[in-house]
């Protein structure tokens, strides 16, 4: 991995949970509230949305925050799984079952001790979708070909861009599952409802591709304006794809003037999207995250809860003479989870 790589890494580490759910909008922050009081339990939660608006982080957040983040998490998008073998990909299959058939267990064994997503669950076939009610309602399943039953231990969430109860409504999805699997609904709300956010996001990916490609880049404040004024009909997916886009062909040489265009900027010419920016070598948390050394009064009311935490946790840390097991167990974290937070705060005993 060379260094520009490693500095991503180091980015994409420094976040655990629903600090990965940049944004300072009511909306997130609700969402993110919401997802710290669920975790814990093992409820169905469905995860409502839009394409690309970050269905499978608000899962993974979910799992780091629950009892099982040391387990495995599995995410499998449906809409990627051919008719013919999500069965088998889901519940695995035994040797003999069809031709060439060899046994290997499926997704949700694999997610055993975790939890396993679903991604566009709208995509299951109805005689799939049976057969997930019944694991749901029994915790156990069999094999594609087999006899056995299993019981795995497993959460399950799920994910949709669709209204499933309309689908329900019109015979297009299993009324019992739908029930099952819909206990807590998580609606997560497309990138043009929260246009406050799209400033944090758009300065956090600038940072992070422009580490990655090896440049030193910032946004100035006219392309800001205009990406703020964009409907983003992809959501953060196409505002990450779009940032991407531009700092890979800024000072690119004869670069295809149509490449230039697909970009959303309503700027032809990318020396008015970025100025020259020198990053420090350890990555720096987007403004309304990163804990600053400011006076008491003076910080934010979510700067001086993450201080309070830090402080906390340090303490308890200390207390066991840097024991994180067994601070983890006071705290009633994860070993992960405490890690990961130390990591963040900078702290390394």
Known sequence: MN???KKVA?????????????GDSPKIKVLRDRIIGIAPTDASVIIYGETGVGKELVAQ???????????PFVPVDLSTLAPTIVESELFGVVKGAYTDAKTRNGYIARAHKGTLFLDEIQ????????????????????????????????RIITASNQNLEKLVNGGGFNNGLYYRINTVPLQIPPLRDRKDDIRLLAEYYC?????????SLALLEDALSHLQQFKWP????????????AVVLKDAPNMPESKIE???????DFEAVFSARQFNPEYSMPTSHKLEDAPEDSAPTNLRLERIERDHIISVVK???????????????????????????????
């Open 3 to 5: 260094q520009n790589a």
């Open 10 to 22: 180091t980015i994409a580490e420094t976040y655990y949970g629903v600090e990965r759910i940049l």
């Open 61 to 71: 957040a979910l799992h780091e925050h629950s009892k099982r983040a040391n387990g």
């Open 123 to 154: 995509n299951l076939q109805i005689g799939v979708q049976e057969k997930l009610l019944r694991f749901l309602d029994n915790g156990q399943y069999r094999m594609v070909g087999g006899s056995q039953d299993y019981a795995p231990d497993v």
């Open 207 to 215: 940072e992070v591709y422009s580490l990655k490609y090896g440049k």
């Open 234 to 245: 992809g959501n953060v997916r196409e505002l990450r794809s779009t940032i991407e886009s």
């Open 262 to 268: 697909r970009v959303p900027l309503q700027i032809a």
């Open 319 to 349: 207390k066991y003479g840097l024991n994180k097991a067994r601070a983890a167990h006071e705290l009633g974290i994860s070993n992960k989870t405490l890690t990961h937070k130390l990591r963040r705060f900078g702290w390394t005993g």
